[in-house]
């Protein structure tokens, strides 16, 4: 007999999404893309993602001993690009710090703008020095023992770069629609 505490499970994306900001003129979501974005055109242009998962096979468990987003890299849309070749001597590779915040309220995916956007509630779940265009992995086991007691509402999550004014800065990962 499996100890339930100990059955690993994979969640399904149930709604990721990406708005955009260009300036505070102009918002528009990137819904049904294949592409999560983070960062800043450095222009006024940027990007925020959502994302919301099924908890319904994990509801009731009686432990979270582990928990694990991992986000897949799109260096084709990565900003800057990643490099070809390795930096050269003494200059380290680019990297984005990105926070990944629980989504303050309900949200949907078709609907969601920057205008509209619930924004994020309280400190960062986690926090990420990666490159622009690779693979990450976050530990949110805290988060989701909260989510699954209904301590706080599982209202997803919002992937967020605060790199406006420093030039053209992006990660990228593959949205549940790749």
Do not use: K
Not at 7 to 15: D, E, G, Q, Y
């Amino acid at each position: 007999m499996a100890d339930l505490s100990t059955v690993r499970r994979t969640l399904a994306v149930v709604a990721d999404v990406t708005v955009v900001g260009a300036g505070e003129s102009m918002a528009f979501n990137a819904f049904g893309q294949d592409a999560l974005l983070c960062g800043s055109d450095g222009r006024g242009g940027r990007w925020r993602s959502y994302l919301a998962f099924d908890l319904a096979p994990v509801r009731g468990s009686p432990e979270v001993v582990g928990a694990f987003l991992r986000l897949r890299g799109r260096p084709d849309l990565a900003l800057p690009a990643p490099p070809i070749a390795e930096p050269p001597a003494g200059r380290a590779p680019e990297r984005i710090d990105l926070r990944l915040y629980r989504a303050a309220a309900p949200w949907r995916a078709e609907r969601i703008t920057w205008a509209n956007q619930p924004g994020a509630t309280g400190e960062p779940v986690a926090r990420l020095s990666v490159h622009p265009g690779a693979d990450a992995t976050v530990a949110l086991t805290e988060l989701m023992g909260d989510w699954i007691r209904g301590a706080i509402g599982p209202f997803g999550l919002v992937l967020v770069c605060d790199e406006a004014g420093v030039g053209p800065r992006r990660a990228a990962y593959y949205s549940s629609a790749a």
